[in-house]
């Protein structure tokens, strides 16, 4: 164990707050223990972990951690590995430039459960950041998303949705609404396989400059793993392996909004009756290196047809 100047503790691989400050370039750093270790309050002595302003830097959930961190000046919340929470009532992120994040690899990330026809998060201070925590199947039918962003600067990184179990299903997984502008969903994974989601992903609203990159999406979707629901302006989408699994369904639809902006190096698998079928373009996205397939076992072809002049 050691203790740094400001009484901040590194306890094994745990990491002191006075560290993630000096690497993010941030405030003060808030860091959620894990729920499986009943004897952690006492091995960390937090009448030591104190930052010079007399407040805590351990806290016991997400809760308590958010509530003490101040808005623009880059606070930045560590959730420990193994924590785990399930949510009854939505979590508002209004603080503006807050970033959560899970520490952990696999199946050991922080792990937030909804249980409750709600948002477990409504993002609506700008510039904050969700990254690495997992999102499991809910236990209550109809939970309306995992993250709802209706700010601008919101990032999206590596996290892991599931989207339902036996009877019990998200509505979409993750939704942009309106205030949403330049969101950056990055290094996202998501399965659906027992209820239909509506979507992965809606862009509900006329947001603009919104990026998805690096996505990896695969199950069953009612109306696409991707769509809009306004006219979303010059998004990007890239480096993404998308896949719905539901019969005579888009993957991809950007009908209902003609959502602009460039398509790139996208995978799509769908099971729509014809190749074409699969992606509804609409009149505003252009696309390059983008290829489908209708069926397993065959290699997509580029989709939609090649410009001739």
Same mark, same amino acid.
């Given at each position: 164990?050691?203790?740094?100047?400001?009484?901040?503790?590194?306890?094994?691989?745990?990491?002191?707050?006075?560290?993630?400050?000096?690497?993010? %370039?941030?405030?003060?750093?808030?860091?959620?223990?894990?729920?499986?270790?009943?004897?952690? /309050?006492?091995? @960390?002595?937090?009448?030591?972990?104190?930052?010079?302003?007399?407040?805590?830097?351990?806290?016991?959930?997400?809760?308590?951690?958010?509530?003490?961190?101040?808005?623009?000046?880059?606070?930045?919340?560590?959730? /420990?590995?193994?924590?785990?929470?399930?949510?009854?009532?939505?979590?508002?992120?209004?603080? &503006?430039?807050?970033?959560? #994040?899970?520490?952990?690899?696999?199946?050991?990330?922080?792990?937030?459960?909804?249980?409750?026809?709600?948002?477990?998060?409504?993002?609506?201070?700008?510039?904050?950041? #969700?990254?690495?925590? @997992?999102?499991? !199947?809910? +236990?209550?039918d109809d939970q309306t998303a995992d993250i709802n962003v209706a700010a601008a600067?919101?990032?999206?990184?590596?996290?892991?949705?599931?989207?339902?179990?036996?009877?019990?299903?998200?509505?979409?997984?993750?939704?942009?609404?309106?205030?949403?502008?330049?969101?950056?969903? +990055?290094?996202?994974? /998501?399965?659906?396989?027992? =209820?239909? $989601?509506?979507?992965?992903?809606?862009?509900?609203?006329?947001?603009?400059?919104?990026? #998805?990159?690096? $996505?990896?999406?695969?199950?069953?979707?009612?109306?696409?793993?991707?769509?809009?629901? /306004?006219?979303?302006?010059?998004?990007?989408? +890239?480096?993404?392996?998308?896949?719905?699994?539901? !019969?005579?369904? &888009?993957?991809?639809?950007?009908?209902?909004?003609?959502?602009?902006?460039?398509?790139?190096?996208?995978?799509?698998?769908?099971?729509?009756?014809?190749?074409?079928?699969?992606?509804?373009?609409?009149?505003?996205?252009?696309?390059?290196?983008?290829?489908?397939?209708?069926?397993? %076992?065959?290699?997509?072809? =580029? @989709?939609? &047809?090649?410009?001739?002049?």
């Amino acid at each position: 164990m050691k203790v740094f100047n400001r009484g901040v503790q590194i306890l094994g691989p745990l990491l002191a707050p006075s560290f993630f400050g000096k690497l993010f %370039g941030t405030g003060h750093v808030y860091y959620v223990k894990p729920s499986t270790s009943a004897d952690y /309050a006492s091995f @960390i002595r937090e009448n030591q972990v104190v930052y010079e302003n007399g407040k805590k830097a351990v806290y016991d959930t997400l809760d308590a951690a958010l509530a003490a961190t101040t808005a623009s000046v880059g606070d930045v919340v560590i959730i /420990a590995p193994e924590y785990t929470e399930t949510v009854t009532a939505v979590k508002t992120l209004s603080k &503006a430039g807050v970033s959560i #994040i899970g520490l952990g690899s696999g199946m050991l990330r922080p792990t937030i459960t909804g249980n409750a026809a709600i948002d477990v998060f409504d993002v609506t201070a700008a510039n904050v950041t #969700i990254e690495n925590i @997992i999102f499991p !199947a809910p +236990e209550t039918d109809d939970q309306t998303a995992d993250i709802n962003v209706a700010a601008a600067g919101c990032t999206i990184r590596n996290t892991y949705h599931i989207g339902s179990k036996t009877s019990k299903n998200k509505t979409d997984i993750i939704t942009v609404a309106s205030g949403g502008d330049d969101l950056l969903v +990055e290094g996202v994974r /998501a399965y659906n396989t027992v =209820v239909d $989601c509506v979507s992965w992903l809606s862009l509900e609203a006329a947001v603009a400059r919104p990026r #998805i990159k690096n $996505c990896i999406v695969q199950g069953t979707f009612s109306t696409g793993v991707l769509m809009d629901e /306004a006219t979303a302006t010059l998004a990007l989408v +890239e480096d993404c392996v998308f896949k719905n699994t539901k !019969a005579a369904t &888009a993957v991809v639809t950007f009908t209902t909004g003609n959502t602009t902006g460039v398509f790139n190096r996208v995978s799509i698998s769908g099971r729509h009756t014809t190749l074409a079928s699969n992606v509804v373009t609409g009149t505003g996205m252009d696309f390059f290196d983008t290829k489908a397939t209708e069926e397993a %076992g065959t290699n997509g072809i =580029v @989709i939609p &047809a090649a410009e001739a002049d």
